[in-house]
């Protein structure tokens, strides 16, 4: 489904990104380790569809379709480029992102309050985003940009930036993929349970 093969970005620093590979299938989990913010985040927009990279593919289905990657994925908890803002509400954040989902004559937008209700989550609607438990966090981000039906890939950004335990976080990466949902990792160090 989705494929990065000797990716690599550069700007007018130098190298950000330099032959980075990874391949997910349609319903897997994975990680790629990025040590630099700036290459987490040049990742995120290249792996998401948003960037073309300098060197290397970036294949979804084994085509290099860089819009048909764009509908496809989401990008997630990216610092700076779509992190919830600091005074965010959880309401707030899921109104926002339901919002900007195009517009679809076979789905039905719910408002926020249904969607929170029908992921058992509206005790959670007036909580700031920043103060939910980490794997909560991850595990709502993920769920919301899935719930875009053309969305197959998520590409979460520094998820480990939360102080997530890496049992928990692989656990709740696990959970978001599956049936036609594959989630993408980047992190900034290795992960102590392997994906």
Do not use: C, Y
């Not at 897997?28 to 060197?55: C, I």
């Not at 679809?104 to 926020?112: G, I, L, N, V, Y």
């Not at 909580?127 to 438990?133: M, Q």
């Amino acid at each position: 489904m989705f494929k990065l093969v000797d990716a690599g970005v550069e700007d007018h620093h130098g190298v950000l990104l330099s032959d980075v590979s990874v391949e997910l299938g349609s319903a897997e989990a994975g990680t790629v380790v990025v040590p630099s913010p700036l290459g987490r985040n040049a990742l995120g927009l290249v792996a998401s569809g948003r960037m073309v990279p300098d060197a290397g593919l970036v294949l979804i289905d084994e085509q290099e379709d860089l819009a048909a990657l764009r509908r496809a994925s989401a990008l997630v908890d990216a610092p700076g480029l779509t992190a919830a803002e600091h005074h965010m509400k959880v309401k707030d954040l899921v109104a926002e992102t339901l919002g900007l989902q195009p517009r679809s004559r076979r789905h039905r937008r719910p408002s926020a309050a249904e969607w929170l209700k029908q992921h058992d989550a509206a005790d959670l609607a007036g909580e700031p985003v920043e103060a939910i438990d980490a794997q909560l966090r991850l595990w709502l981000l993920t769920e919301l940009a899935f719930s875009d039906p053309a969305v197959r890939l998520a590409v979460v950004e520094s998820p480990d930036r939360h102080g997530l335990p890496g049992t928990e976080l692989a656990e709740t990466l696990h959970g978001a993929a599956g049936e036609g949902r594959a989630v993408l990792a980047i992190l900034s160090d290795a992960p102590e349970v392997p994906l």
